[in-house]
């Protein structure tokens, strides 16, 4: 019998051109939704190269320089030749985060975390405090990407095919001739989700299959295993909300107020739980102000720039011939320089190491607190999946953080030391490689989210079919 309406649920459904309408607008916001995914990061893409090219052409005139005077060594060496002029002023290296190919199917944390850092031989602080004006639109709104489509618009299109799937057969009067012919009524309304959730499944694996093919992602096994996951999570959350409008029907009310109720409950799940989550690990651990930051770090530099201002001053009153001094000259003052940087590092360092500490914190509070709200859960592990969580911006943090002791260890070793640079220094200049981290990773923070949904819906289902056995048919 099964089988039967089944059969019968989907011939009904191919003639229904308001599912075929709901289907084809999924379809156009995924398409749309992923060539803007696309189109941003590849804006991002360009970006990087141009800086790393700016960076390269700078480099290369700088070692130029250099070695027209070592193949001619007549006068004191350019101003070039000096690791303080280079590393501490002209020269910075652009550290660029390399992002997964499938990230542009869930932006995730890319709108708001810098994807780049201009390291220089100065303390971390002074690149990492630093980021761009962003659109305050943007920001608040956030990126319109596949993830969002999955998250906020897939569980709208299921509750308005599923809101009424025993109601309206009641409403109608044929639920009694249904169960009249020895049809249950659980095997009824599985069957009817059972037609829905087929149709919609296999559109959504070849639409995240499209989504892969518009962004450009190579079909390669790490790849896949990034797809299968993606889907899984998708097909999980799908299920949730299908599981719900399955217990939401078992209450044998009015159509109306079945609509209404999955209305509310998605508004709940998906829009103010999430904004409480958010709110809850802000209280709990506030993080320091932007804005207090910046004040603070200046108020430091000050302090230590007055410290070391009359001894910087005094050298330079006994060396007036550093205007415009050679490379050799300048050793000292960028020796004055670099105490001066170590005495602002020293009063910066723990309020960073607070600001950073508090953003911890209050991401272990969302990670906790993730399981209230499916959306949160379905969205966490989709951004871990291609690389655009929290988690995968710590570790590009860590990696810049390392580069950037190579970077400074190369300039101030030189300039203690008094060494000048040679073309060949320019050549063994350290650069960023990005290693993004295994998938071991990404897994690992995705199976949590899988699980919770699937027995989510389980649970539901479970309480739903209970439900059904005193369902009245008339």
Same mark, same amino acid.
């Given at each position: ?196 959730? %087929?149709?919609? $499944?296999? +559109? /959504?694996?070849?639409? !995240?299959?499209? #989504?892969? =093919?518009? &962004?450009? @992602? ?43 109720? %999955?209305?509310? $409950?998605? +508004? /709940?799940?998906?829009? !103010?739980?999430? #904004?409480? =989550?958010? &709110?809850? @690990? ?193």
């Amino acid at each position: 019998m099964f089988g039967i309406i089944f059969r019968q649920e989907l011939r009904v459904l191919s003639g229904n051109r308001t599912w075929w309408a709901i289907l084809g607008l999924l379809v156009l916001l995924t398409v749309a939704a992923a060539l803007n995914g696309k189109a941003r990061f590849e804006q991002m893409s360009a970006t990087a190269a141009k800086l790393n090219q700016d960076e390269a052409t700078t480099q290369t005139a700088l070692k130029n320089s250099v070695q027209r005077y070592d193949a001619n060594p007549v006068g004191d060496p350019p101003s070039v030749a000096s690791p303080g002029n280079v590393g501490l002023s002209i020269l910075g290296h652009y550290a660029v985060m390399r992002h997964d190919p499938l990230a542009p199917l869930s932006v995730g944390q890319s709108d708001v975390q810098p994807f780049y850092y201009r390291v220089t031989a100065h303390p971390s602080h002074t690149f990492l405090s630093a980021s761009e004006i962003q659109n305050p639109l943007s920001q608040m709104t956030g990126s319109f990407d596949v993830a969002f489509v999955m998250i906020f618009v897939l569980p709208i299109l299921i509750i308005a095919v599923s809101f009424d799937l025993m109601s309206r057969e009641k409403e109608g009067g044929v639920l009694g001739l249904i169960a009249a012919q020895g049809v249950t009524l659980r095997t009824l309304i599985l069957a009817k989700v059972a037609a829905r959730a %087929l149709i919609l $499944v296999s +559109l /959504l694996l070849a639409l !995240v299959i499209l #989504s892969a =093919v518009l &962004v450009g @992602a190579p079909f390669t096994p790490p790849v896949m295993t990034q797809l299968a996951l993606w889907f899984a999570v998708i097909v999980g959350y799908a299920a949730f909300w299908f599981a719900l409008a399955f217990l939401v029907n078992a209450m044998a009310l009015p159509s109306v107020t079945n609509g209404v109720i %999955l209305a509310n $409950v998605w +508004l /709940l799940f998906v829009v !103010v739980v999430p #904004s409480i =989550v958010n &709110v809850v @690990a802000s209280t709990l651990y506030p993080a320091p102000s932007r804005v207090e930051l910046t004040t603070e770090i200046r108020e430091a530099t000050e302090e230590a720039d007055k410290e070391a201002a009359s001894a910087r001053e005094a050298y330079l009153f006994d060396h007036p011939e550093l205007a415009g001094a050679s490379a050799g000259a300048m050793d000292g003052f960028y020796i004055q320089v670099l105490a001066t940087d170590a005495a602002v590092e020293k009063v910066v360092t723990p309020i960073m190491a607070e600001f950073e500490a508090q953003a911890e914190k209050r991401e272990g509070v969302v990670a906790l607190l993730q399981y209230t709200s499916p959306a949160i859960a379905a969205q966490q592990a989709l951004n871990a999946l291609v690389g655009t969580g929290n988690e995968r911006f710590t570790d590009f943090v860590g990696q810049v953080l390392k580069f950037h002791g190579d970077w400074r260890g190369f300039f101030t070793g030189r300039i203690i030391k008094g060494q000048r640079l040679t073309a060949a220094d320019f050549d063994a200049i350290p650069a960023f490689n990005y290693q993004a981290p295994g998938l071991t990773l990404a897994q690992g923070m995705a199976w949590g989210p899988i699980v919770f949904l699937l027995i989510a819906a389980v649970l539901l289902s479970a309480w739903a079919a209970r439900r059904y056995r005193r369902y009245p048919v008339v």
